[in-house]
């Protein structure tokens, strides 16, 4: 084998186990968090590094003590399925509901995704490295 292709193996191996380690660690701190319904107060409107207009939805929820917490989502996009005044499911630490997030796949395994993304990157440079 070449040295390219042992680069692209090891990646890919090392990127999966990264995907692995951080879906564990997800739901293991996750076992414990606590699920309240939230609704979308409103939508932050920002530049990214390239002045695009992107948006993050600020979540209004009820903590287990009754009190009312406002988070912004931790994940941007450009268009957002989140509309103002939507009821969506928010898991958060019970010590500390300023964590919250919403409670979907990509945000609980968006790092997850990341690592497989870049396994699959691997898997493409090592064939195309059989195939000049």
Do not use: N
Not at 5 to 12: C, G
Not at 29 to 35: I, P, T, V, Y
Not at 41 to 51: V, W
Not at 101 to 120: G, N, Q, V
């Amino acid at each position: 084998m070449m040295r390219a292709e042992y680069v692209a193996i090891l990646s890919f191996v090392a990127s999966l186990i990264i995907a692995l380690a951080c879906a564990i660690r997800t739901r293991r701190r996750e076992r414990d968090w606590l699920f309240a319904q939230g609704r979308i107060a409103e939508m932050e409107e920002s530049r990214d590094i390239d002045l695009q207009t992107v948006y993050a939805p600020i979540v209004e929820f009820t903590d287990h003590h009754g009190k009312v917490h406002h988070v912004r989502h931790k994940l941007r996009g450009s268009l957002s399925k989140f509309r103002s005044g939507q009821l969506v499911a928010v898991v958060y630490p019970a010590d500390d509901p300023g964590q919250a997030h919403i409670d979907t796949i990509w945000t609980k395994y968006h790092t997850s995704w990341m690592a497989l993304l870049i396994s699959f990157c691997s898997v493409l440079a090592y064939f195309s490295s059989q195939y000049p």
